[in-house]
């Protein structure tokens, strides 16, 4: 056990390796059902991944095991102490980001950051160097005397991680923390992640990016509608969708649909493509069908310009597992294109 991990655990000790222990959890906002029935197990010391597109229900599942939202159903211990009967021992286990959102304006960069600290119990030189190595791991150095209202939007939010991160609690949600990062600090981001997790803290970290889970995850939960429909490792999921997988980005993007639509009928695989990209991916169960895709392909009239055959990304385990090229989709809707 850290020294950094002591000041939580003096008061609260955690009773179970499982950071997380959650079963059948349920929010439903009206006819909403943002999370209906999702169940987590994350060991203590790991960084568990969820991913899920828009709207998934990832907050809203952070939300209530971080005591911030009381279920409608299930149950959910951290460290085997109830997020809700004792919702007092579970705040004193876990750190939130974006929780110190609202810093002080007139305040400079590390004035804001001591005094973070210095509310948290720590003594002034603690809290000055604690300070000064999160200004250094967030590129905030030379910002670090200017007041926050001279801050950029990116500026002020490395400041609002700084200042989560100011304690390193036992386990910390970290909801999309580096979106709308830049790239040098998303990495620097990974990396402070990194040192806390061999420190010796859980991590939950909710993200887009596909990439972020594959780096630093453990263990990953796909959450969709309100569901976890598939977890597991990276490598695992990647293996859960076949051995390979067929790109296919046809010259016109709107043909797409189409070429998703041909590609299932002779391959019986569901495709799925990304409408940013303007790619199709299908799982790849039969790869001595793909000259046959191609026949079919020409016969329609379809230019394709780009033919891939490769090992699953975690990018693609994703578009086939959520089966959607639009986040924003109804199933229903869908059932009705194919
Ligand atoms: N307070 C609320 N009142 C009503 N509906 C809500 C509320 N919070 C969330 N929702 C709805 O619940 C669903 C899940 O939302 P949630 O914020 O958990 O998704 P998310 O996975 O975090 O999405 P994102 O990637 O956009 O952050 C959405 O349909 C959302 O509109
Ligand atoms: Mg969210």
Request: no cysteine; aromatic share 4%; charged share 25%.
């Amino acid at each position: 056990m850290t020294t950094t991990l002591a000041a939580h655990t003096a008061a609260t000790i955690p009773r179970t390796d499982l950071a997380i222990d959650a079963r059948g959890l349920v929010k439903h906002f009206g006819e909403t059902k943002a999370v209906n029935g999702v169940d987590l197990a994350v060991p203590a010391g790991t960084v568990y991944g969820v991913l899920g597109p828009n709207g998934a229900g990832k907050t809203t599942t952070v939300s209530m095991l971080a005591t911030l939202l009381r279920p409608d159903a299930g149950t959910a211990e951290i460290f085997g102490y109830d997020v809700v009967d004792d919702d007092v021992a579970v705040r004193s286990l876990i750190g939130v980001t974006g929780q110190y959102a609202s810093v002080d304006e007139d305040l400079s960069a590390v004035q804001n950051l001591v005094l973070f600290g210095r509310l948290l119990g720590k003594s002034r030189s603690a809290a000055k160097t604690r300070a000064e190595e999160l200004l250094a791991d967030f590129a905030l150095e030379e910002a670090a005397t200017r007041p926050l209202s001279e801050f950029s939007g990116g500026m002020r939010r490395r400041l609002d991680l700084a200042a989560s991160l100011i304690d390193t609690p036992p386990l910390l949600f970290l909801d999309e923390p580096t979106t709308g990062l830049d790239p040098r600090t998303r990495s620097q981001m990974w990396e402070t992640i990194r040192t806390l997790v061999a420190q010796g803290s859980t991590v939950l970290l909710t993200t887009q990016y596909l990439d972020e889970a594959d780096q630093l995850a453990d263990r990953i939960a796909v959450i969709d509608r309100g569901r976890v429909i598939a977890d597991g490792t990276s490598d695992q999921l990647k293996e859960s969708i076949g051995t390979s997988t067929l790109v296919l980005t046809p010259v016109t993007r709107a043909d797409a649909h189409e070429t998703a639509r041909i590609a299932e009928n002779v391959l019986g695989d569901a495709a799925a493509f990304s409408p940013e990209a303007g790619r199709v991916t299908v799982a790849l169960h039969h790869p001595d069908r793909v000259p046959d895709v191609l026949i079919a392909l020409r016969d329609a009239d379809i230019a394709i310009e780009e033919i891939t055959v490769s090992k699953p990304t975690l990018d693609e385990v994703f578009l086939t597992i959520t089966g959607q090229d639009d986040p924003n989709e109804h199933p229903s809707d869908q059932e009705v294109d194919r």
